[in-house]
């Protein structure tokens, strides 16, 4: 049966708890649709995360960011929106989501969104 897109995020267990350590992606094919023209945008999704329990498991990561491909979504919404259901998935100790757009109309767009676990105090 052939892969479809999927927004479930899998996750498995951090093999290195008591450690800090920063995981990156790098997703230079991610595709979603411009809202108003309905025309593509491409881009650079770059994720940077330290795992608190869990991991997210990378062939889910690939189907979840496919999802996007005919979703019509500004670039602030869907840089933001990954980074809100990779943290909720995950639960990271922090973690950053940047969306390094392809220029359109002239003009080149990056957008950063981050998170920082809340700690007990």
């Not at 230079?28 to 330290?50: K, M, S």
Request: include cysteine; hydrophobic fraction near 30%; aromatic fraction near 10%.
């Amino acid at each position: 049966m052939p892969t479809k897109p999927s927004k479930h995020l899998e996750v498995f267990p951090n093999p290195k708890l008591a450690r800090d350590y920063e995981i990156q992606f790098e997703c230079p094919e991610f595709t979603c649709l411009c809202p108003r023209t309905g025309q593509p945008d491409f881009a650079t999704i770059r994720i940077r995360y330290i795992p608190d329990r869990l991991c997210v498991e990378l062939k889910s990561l690939k189907l979840y960011l496919w999802s996007y491909r005919n979703e019509g979504t500004f670039h602030e919404k869907v840089t933001n929106q990954i980074l809100d259901d990779l943290a909720e998935a995950v639960k990271p100790r922090s973690m950053k989501v940047e969306g390094d757009f392809l220029v359109r109309g002239g003009i080149h767009t990056t957008v950063t969104a981050t998170y920082e676990k809340k700690r007990r105090t």
